[in-house]
């Protein structure tokens, strides 16, 4: 794209670069060796949430260069900044989990205010991490300046005594090694070739559920969420990525006119279809209400009801991202989705296209059985499900791929915990009881605040061997890693007084996934007597960050955000 057919006068970089008055503000430009046709053309902002903090971000550097080449060969000024990440695999297990969560907004955040106060007229997005990847996508939408998300890859498996394995098997062996199962050896030598590579875990956890919504949202280019990270085709895509943003530049296509309500059930779909990560379904909430589109938890839930389970990925099923990518990649997944009526394909992508003509050229891989065709699923409803009752009036969410119709019902007596610590260690020391619902209260948005995830509990309950014979239930949120009968973001949550704080043990809970239904066998009475005498719980979040962000938080239902959105906005930054 050839800069000079782009009207300067219109873009946001027009503040800091043209005209005399601009001259103090040109010289810093200058500065760092900038041309004056490069000061004269676009300026890209390139942003990565690179860090040396864990291996799905360590590659987003080296990226990061290749969309930077692929801007200045479309005659753009590309400009890279990094924004934070906090990675929930090593922030998993302890309280630095309460810092996941929140830094999604930091990301947003800090990429928005980055955008504004160096006026950037367009966005490359760049992550690895859980929640890196919606949080780059929240900016995008906020800001609505041409925009084009990367992801930076899956990690390759490793190989465990001639099997694959992914970091699930290693939080799994922790419950072995409780038991005695598993020896300190072995242990030791399953921690050392777990993750081999770079790149995000491997199965259709978190960071691969929301990769595959990027393409599904259309903010990224077809087959580019698919390629592991060590794979140098990463590096064709972020050039091309870099290429692109100068086209959307030139027709002013915008994240706001690629991210409408029919894109946001495309992207549910493709959760439910590939039995995706439960947190998609605090993450699409969060990205609709940047655009100012109602679509919460239960318009989420709704999707996943009518949406066939296609895609035998781990946790639940045999296959990872990199045997997805290598067969047809997200394409050949939303293809036949597509073909079978279960995706809209008259919605706009960042290729300039619509979905149905990206998708037109896609042909059926009939050599392969990690994605069913929609019409012959693995089950006919999808891998996540919502669910609502007299427990969680404000919905909950629980993950259903691979678990067995039979073991979708659970009733059983409470076991309360005020926090996750507290039933770890119950359960490191095998004191709870078979048949019982294990509830991790506290842990909200609010509550705990900034809603930890609960793997560790999970993964040693079925390292232990007893994932599906307890159930667990919290107002926090589990891994796309969880397997087994785990409810999340059941709202409202314990700190604002709702049921799941006002539960005992010993009260009967009866779960459904089929129906959907989450219930305590009490009387609307008692719940009002217990609700009456509750009072709130103190927390320890009384300064930094956390605290900011328990004030600000809303509810799991809306998407756990903490700012009034879209629908509030008087104008967008593009406009500006």
Same mark, same amino acid.
């Given at each position: 794209?050839?800069?000079?057919?782009?009207?300067?006068?219109?873009?946001?970089?027009?503040?800091?670069?043209?005209?005399?008055?601009?001259?103090?503000?040109?010289?810093?430009?200058?500065?760092?060796?900038?041309?004056?046709?490069?000061?004269?053309?676009?300026?890209?902002?390139?942003?990565?949430?690179?860090?040396?903090?864990?291996?799905?971000?360590?590659?987003?550097?080296?990226?990061?260069?290749?969309?930077?080449?692929?801007?200045?060969?479309?005659?753009?000024?590309?400009?890279?900044?990094?924004?934070?990440?906090?990675?929930?695999?090593?922030?998993?297990?302890?309280?630095?989990?309460?810092?996941?969560?929140?830094?999604?907004?930091?990301?947003?955040?800090?990429?928005?205010?980055?955008?504004?106060?160096?006026?950037?007229?367009?966005?490359?997005?760049?992550?690895?991490?859980?929640?890196?990847?919606?949080?780059?996508?929240?900016?995008?939408?906020?800001?609505?300046?041409?925009?084009?998300?990367?992801?930076?890859?899956?990690?390759?498996?490793?190989?465990?005594?001639?099997?694959?394995?992914?970091?699930?098997?290693?939080?799994?062996?922790?419950?072995?090694?409780?038991?005695?199962?598993?020896?300190?050896?072995?242990?030791?030598?399953?921690?050392?070739?777990?993750?081999?590579?770079?790149?995000?875990?491997?199965?259709?956890?978190?960071?691969?559920?929301?990769?595959?919504?990027?393409?599904?949202?259309?903010?990224?280019?077809?087959?580019?969420?698919?390629?592991?990270?060590?794979?140098?085709?990463?590096?064709?895509?972020?050039?091309?990525?870099?290429?692109?943003?100068?086209?959307?530049?030139?027709?002013?296509?915008?994240?706001?006119?690629?991210?409408?309500?029919?894109?946001?059930?495309?992207?549910?779909?493709?959760?439910?279809?590939?039995?995706?990560?439960?947190?998609?379904?605090?993450?699409?909430?969060?990205?609709?209400?940047?655009?100012?589109?109602?679509?919460?938890?239960?318009?989420?839930?709704?999707?996943?009801?009518?949406?066939?389970?296609?895609?035998?990925?781990?946790?639940?099923?045999?296959?990872?991202?990199?045997?997805?990518?290598?067969?047809?990649?997200?394409?050949?997944?939303?293809?036949?989705?597509?073909?079978?009526?279960?995706?809209?394909?008259?919605?706009?992508?960042?290729?300039?296209?619509?979905?149905?003509?990206?998708?037109?050229?896609?042909?059926?891989?009939?050599?392969?059985?990690?994605?069913?065709?929609?019409?012959?699923? @693995?089950?006919? /409803?999808?891998? $996540?499900?919502?669910?609502?009752?007299? =427990? +969680?009036?404000?919905? *909950?969410?629980? !993950?259903?791929?691979?678990?067995?119709?039979?073991?979708?019902?659970?009733?059983?007596?409470?076991?309360?915990?005020?926090?996750?610590?507290?039933?770890?260690?119950?359960?490191?020391?095998?004191?709870?009881?078979?048949?019982?619902?294990?509830?991790?209260?506290?842990?909200?948005?609010?509550?705990?605040?900034?809603?930890?995830?609960?793997?560790?509990?999970?993964?040693?309950?079925?390292?232990?061997?007893?994932?599906?014979?307890?159930?667990?239930?919290?107002?926090?949120?589990?891994?796309?890693?969880?397997?087994?009968?785990?409810?999340?973001?059941?709202?409202?949550?314990?700190?604002?007084?709702?049921?799941?704080?006002?539960?005992?043990?010993?009260?009967?809970?009866?779960?459904?996934? @089929?129906?959907? /239904?989450?219930? $305590?066998?009490?009387?609307?009475?008692? =719940? +009002?007597?217990?609700? *009456?005498?509750? !009072?709130?719980?103190?927390?320890?979040?009384?300064?930094?960050?956390?605290?900011?962000?328990?004030?600000?938080?809303?509810?799991?239902?809306?998407?756990?955000?903490?700012?009034?959105?879209?629908?509030?906005?008087?104008?967008?930054?593009?406009?500006?």
């Amino acid at each position: 794209m050839d800069a000079r057919l782009i009207d300067k006068s219109k873009l946001p970089s027009r503040h800091v670069t043209e005209g005399p008055a601009r001259a103090p503000h040109r010289s810093y430009l200058y500065a760092m060796g900038l041309t004056k046709e490069q000061i004269g053309q676009p300026l890209v902002g390139v942003a990565t949430c690179w860090n040396e903090a864990a291996p799905c971000n360590i590659s987003l550097m080296r990226q990061a260069q290749a969309v930077k080449k692929g801007v200045a060969a479309a005659h753009g000024t590309p400009r890279e900044f990094c924004t934070i990440t906090v990675t929930d695999g090593i922030a998993m297990g302890h309280k630095g989990m309460k810092a996941s969560l929140p830094s999604r907004e930091v990301i947003a955040d800090s990429v928005e205010l980055t955008m504004r106060g160096h006026s950037y007229d367009a966005l490359v997005g760049m992550a690895g991490c859980d929640k890196s990847l919606p949080g780059m996508m929240m900016a995008m939408v906020r800001l609505n300046v041409p925009s084009i998300f990367i992801y930076g890859g899956s990690i390759l498996p490793g190989s465990f005594r001639g099997r694959p394995v992914t970091v699930q098997d290693l939080f799994e062996a922790v419950g072995k090694h409780s038991v005695g199962e598993m020896s300190d050896d072995d242990l030791t030598e399953l921690e050392q070739v777990a993750c081999p590579s770079a790149g995000a875990c491997g199965a259709q956890f978190t960071a691969n559920t929301m990769a595959t919504v990027s393409e599904a949202i259309g903010l990224a280019l077809p087959y580019s969420a698919g390629a592991p990270a060590p794979y140098e085709i990463r590096d064709r895509f972020c050039a091309m990525a870099g290429e692109m943003v100068m086209e959307l530049i030139a027709k002013n296509i915008r994240p706001r006119d690629i991210v409408t309500l029919k894109a946001l059930e495309n992207a549910a779909t493709v959760v439910a279809a590939s039995g995706g990560s439960t947190n998609a379904a605090l993450h699409l909430p969060a990205i609709a209400h940047e655009v100012g589109i109602k679509f919460d938890l239960f318009d989420v839930a709704e999707i996943f009801k009518r949406t066939p389970y296609i895609a035998d990925l781990k946790p639940g099923g045999r296959y990872v991202a990199k045997d997805m990518f290598e067969v047809g990649g997200i394409p050949l997944l939303m293809k036949t989705l597509l073909d079978n009526g279960y995706l809209h394909g008259d919605v706009m992508t960042v290729t300039g296209r619509t979905m149905a003509e990206n998708l037109g050229s896609v042909k059926w891989n009939d050599n392969q059985d990690v994605v069913y065709p929609a019409n012959k699923p @693995i089950t006919a /409803t999808g891998g $996540v499900v919502g669910l609502k009752g007299n =427990l +969680a009036p404000e919905g *909950a969410i629980v !993950k259903v791929a691979g678990m067995p119709v039979e073991k979708q019902v659970f009733r059983g007596p409470a076991r309360c915990f005020d926090g996750e610590e507290a039933c770890f260690e119950a359960v490191s020391k095998r004191q709870y009881k078979e048949g019982e619902v294990l509830v991790i209260r506290y842990e909200g948005p609010r509550g705990g605040p900034g809603m930890r995830e609960m793997l560790s509990t999970t993964a040693a309950l079925y390292g232990q061997g007893m994932g599906d014979k307890v159930a667990l239930i919290t107002d926090g949120r589990f891994s796309g890693a969880t397997r087994g009968f785990c409810i999340g973001h059941v709202g409202p949550e314990a700190a604002v007084g709702g049921p799941i704080g006002l539960i005992k043990d010993g009260d009967i809970i009866v779960l459904d996934a @089929i129906e959907g /239904t989450i219930a $305590v066998e009490l009387s609307d009475e008692e =719940l +009002a007597r217990r609700r *009456a005498e509750w !009072k709130p719980r103190e927390t320890t979040a009384t300064s930094g960050y956390l605290w900011k962000y328990a004030q600000t938080v809303g509810p799991a239902r809306d998407g756990a955000v903490t700012h009034p959105g879209g629908a509030a906005e008087k104008e967008t930054y593009a406009d500006v």
